[in-house]
């Protein structure tokens, strides 16, 4: 039985509240609200929270009270509304698109069933032109035009975006290279590593040397290595052969700290 449905409007205005109570000078009433908010955040269901951490993060954005410091990719924001707009429909989507294997851009009908957020983005959709549902991953910042049809679709059946996206360890994702990835954390790095989640599926263990494993399933072996290059000789690639090739060489130890 679900004890509490929290929204994510409702926390930000719990911590907006502590905010502007702590610069009227009113902080035992700041802390009350706090210790309110925590007891709410406790009931909250283990399945919610997560999502609610997501879309939290977005109101803080909104409301100004959290930044994304960083590189990105810049943003077009008519192929990005074009893109939201197709999303809630659903709506068939018009594209110009340039491929790895294409000259030019040329203009393709798709589907759109999600987006895979991260250092790149992909639009996850079928390609309306090609026989089978095959859902297609599509780079965002490849994408020159976008225009939403009037013709909707239905959703291909069972199909679930979070489902989809834990083939992958980032945004790429490619249900053929699912891989078992393992790697072992230096005992100096265990205790920060299991502070992280690197993956939806992952299991760990301690190593008899005080050190780490950590074991999941993914593809998206360019990605991992971004990932582990900064932590730069404080863990060990023990599979796939392929990824430990790849970092190999590439283990520096003069970072002076972690991830």
């Not at 924001?77 to 707009?85: L, T, Y």
């Not at 005992?187 to 920060?192: D, F, Q, V």
Request: charged letters at 25%; one cysteine or more.
């Amino acid at each position: 039985m679900q004890l509490l449905s929290a929204t994510a409007d409702e926390l930000v205005a719990l911590a907006a509240g502590v905010s502007a109570l702590k610069r009227a000078n009113m902080s035992t009433e700041a802390d009350l609200v706090r210790r309110l908010e925590a007891k709410v955040r406790a009931l909250i269901p283990a399945a919610q929270e997560s999502r609610l951490g997501v879309d939290e993060e977005a109101l803080l954005e909104a409301l100004g009270y959290a930044v994304r410091p960083g590189p990105r990719l810049a943003e077009n924001v008519a192929v990005d509304s074009a893109i939201f707009e197709a999303l809630k429909g659903p709506s068939r989507l018009r594209i110009v698109y340039r491929g790895h294997s294409d000259n030019i851009a040329r203009e393709r009908l798709v589907a759109p069933h999600g987006l895979l957020l991260g250092v790149r983005r992909y639009l996850v959709a079928i390609d309306l032109s090609k026989t089978g549902a095959v859902m297609r991953h599509y780079r965002v910042e490849d994408i020159d035009k976008a225009e939403v049809m009037a013709e909707s679709f239905d959703l291909e059946h069972g199909f679930n975006i979070r489902d989809h996206a834990r083939k992958g360890f980032g945004s790429y994702v490619n249900a053929d290279q699912l891989t078992e990835v393992v790697w072992k954390f230096r005992p100096h790095a265990a205790e920060h590593a299991r502070r992280f989640h690197f993956h939806p599926t992952q299991t760990v263990e301690d190593a008899e040397d005080g050190g780490l494993v950590v074991r999941f399933q993914a593809s998206g072996l360019l990605e991992m290595c971004w990932h582990l290059y900064s932590w730069g000789d404080a863990v060990e690639v023990i599979a796939p052969d392929e990824l430990r090739k790849m970092a190999e060489g590439h283990r520096r130890n003069d970072f002076p700290a972690l991830p």
